[in-house]
């Protein structure tokens, strides 16, 4: 679903083994491909949020320092 521009909506169905299908339109917009590792954050009382991979890539960077911990 497109709501205003740049704002999307979707629907998933977890299924028995407690995974969700990401939509196509979703995984085609943030460029999310087979093998990827998503950050899934979760708040109580707000809800949870998959953010985009640049802000898992700055967060890592926060905590890891600039070279993101790779050595």
Do not use: C, H
Not at 10 to 39: H, N, S
């Amino acid at each position: 679903m497109n709501g205003s521009k740049g704002k999307y909506a979707w629907t998933a169905t977890v299924g028995e083994k407690g995974q969700i299908v990401i939509p196509k339109q979703a995984r085609e917009i943030f460029g999310i491909k087979p093998g990827d590792t998503l950050l899934i954050l979760g708040d109580e009382k707000r809800g949870m949020a998959i953010p985009p991979q640049e802000q898992f890539d700055k967060l890592r960077g926060m905590i890891f320092g600039a070279d993101g911990g790779l050595k």
